[in-house]
């Protein structure tokens, strides 16, 4: 079954670094996602992408966020200068139209 | 907004019995997904269901999109089954996520 991949599985930065998470989202899906979970709580939205373009964004996705479709296969969410509060889960998703979400095995991001 | 409520939050099973999850969703929700968040943190997808009825083994789930809700059965539970129930609701192009239901299956 295809899956979305998601690097590194773990990662620990110093406040104020910057990092860069990496995604391949399911081949032929259009539509792809980032999301993060904060230790105990629900799965929050961040950001959709479609057409090489943001269509939504959510209030925790401010200036410090960006995401980027580099080459075609590759989805990134770039955190320009990390908080302690950064440090969360960040899921990456796909899906093309008609079908459900389909998520990748995360990015624990640890900021210290 | 978008409103996706669980209940209960936890529920303590023991292995080999029964339960039903439930999940309520405001009028702006046009399709359902149901998941599974393991130990590890891991979501995996169990049910893509705007209405009726789907069966995967021993997990069913039903959405009454006139009536906003669905219900998540785990049938004959094992410890495997442990872990975070998620419902999500979808609009427009985006998730929203329930709180959860945390799931101890008790060998």
């Known amino acids: 079954e295809p899956e979305v991949t998601q690097t590194p599985s773990h990662q620990v930065t110093q406040m104020g670094q910057e990092v860069i998470l990496r995604c391949v989202p399911i081949s032929n899906h259009l539509y792809f996602y980032w999301y993060r979970q904060i230790l105990g709580q629900k799965v929050e939205f961040l950001v959709s992408?479609?057409?090489?373009?943001?269509?939504?964004k959510s209030e925790i996705f401010d200036d410090q966020f960006s995401v980027e479709r580099p080459d075609g296969s590759n989805f990134t969410l770039k955190i320009r200068s990390t908080k302690l509060e950064d440090s969360a889960m960040y899921f990456c998703?796909?899906?093309?139209?008609?079908?459900?979400?389909?998520f990748g095995s995360g990015t624990r991001l640890t900021v210290v | 907004g978008i409103q996706v409520e669980q209940s209960p939050p936890d529920l303590i099973l023991q292995e080999g019995a029964n339960s039903t999850l439930r999940c309520n969703f405001s009028?702006?929700?046009?399709?359902l997904q149901w998941f599974h968040q393991n130990p590890w943190g891991q979501l995996i997808n169990l049910f893509y269901?705007?209405?009726g009825t789907k069966q995967n083994g021993r997990l069913s789930a039903t959405t009454v999109a006139t009536e906003r809700y669905s219900l998540l059965y785990i049938s004959s539970s094992q410890t495997t089954d442990s872990g975070v129930y998620f419902c999500?609701?979808?609009?427009?192009?985006?998730?929203?996520f329930g709180g959860g239901t945390r799931v101890l299956v008790k060998p």
């Open positions: 999500a609701g979808v609009s427009g192009n985006k998730l929203t």
């Open positions: 009028d702006s929700v046009n399709n």
């Open positions: 998703a796909s899906r093309t139209a008609g079908y459900g979400y389909t």
């Open positions: 269901i705007p209405s």
């Open positions: 992408f479609y057409n090489n373009e943001i269509s939504e």
